[in-house]
């Protein structure tokens, strides 16, 4: 059988909206973070990056922005794209090396109605 | 980009026997590899840390001889589900750490195992 859970966020938006899509992270030696897509039935997919001696960082119609002190990280998509529907994740590093672990949050189901 | 490739991405079984998973990393050479499992709605969770030539780590509550892992080859790692039950049916993920991209990690496109 399946473990039972808490379900997803959800973030429902019109296309062409922002968006942005808020994550707390637990772990204050955290050195990087990494937002992840995932379709349904697929695996997750890099989006964006960022070290934790930023703040923000820009990419393509993404930005994502850390406040180290509430330990937050968020990621807004602009001008929302039909085909940004799926479920984000923020997921926070520690260690290196063979210590090296990649843990995610909870995630978000973005929703984007034309 | 990097490439991870998962095989295979369905598998249904019969309970009582056991499922082999593989992960390759295509264009890159990965020392660490990490292997997940997904239920519907629910986020992604580590079960074991593979590193290459050594055994692999595992998360709390994760049977090792339940959940075989094996990282012969730098490019290789395998999770081997055996005696499998219906309580096990669940999306697996594994994923690879390119050290020559720092710390990002790409991911396979997951295998659906259903036992039955």
């Known amino acids: 059988g399946e473990s039972v859970g808490l379900h997803l966020p959800t973030l429902s938006v019109q296309e062409g909206d922002n968006s942005i899509i808020n994550c707390a992270y637990s772990?204050?030696?955290?050195?990087?973070f990494i937002w992840y897509k995932q379709e349904s039935g697929k695996g997750p997919q890099f989006i964006i990056d960022i070290r934790s001696n930023m703040d923000k960082r820009q990419g393509q119609r993404v930005t994502v922005l850390l406040n180290k002190t509430v330990k937050h990280l968020s990621l807004q998509i602009a001008a929302t794209q039909p085909g940004d529907s799926a479920v984000y994740f923020c997921?926070?590093?520690?260690?290196?090396?063979?210590?090296?672990?990649?843990?995610f949050g909870k995630g978000t189901l973005l929703t984007v109605n034309p | 980009g990097a490439v991870v490739s998962q095989h295979p991405s369905r598998v249904i079984c019969k309970s009582g026997t056991s499922v082999k998973i593989e992960c390759r990393s295509l264009?890159?050479?990965?020392?660490?590899m990490f292997w997940y499992r997904q239920f519907p709605k629910q986020s992604l969770m580590l079960m074991a840390t593979s590193n290459e030539g050594s055994k692999a780590t595992y998360e709390q509550g994760v049977e090792k001889d339940k959940f075989l892992i094996n990282h012969a080859s730098l490019t290789l790692s395998t999770l081997t589900v055996t005696s499998a039950h219906p309580e096990d049916s669940s999306f697996y993920i594994c994923?690879?750490?390119?050290?020559?991209?720092?710390?990002?990690?790409?991911f396979g496109q997951g295998t659906r195992l259903t036992v039955v």
């Open positions: 264009d890159f050479q990965a020392t660490t």
């Open positions: 994923s690879a750490r390119d050290s020559g991209q720092g710390a990002k990690a790409f």
């Open positions: 997921a926070e590093t520690t260690g290196g090396g063979s210590n090296y672990k990649l843990t």
């Open positions: 772990n204050s030696a955290s050195d990087y």
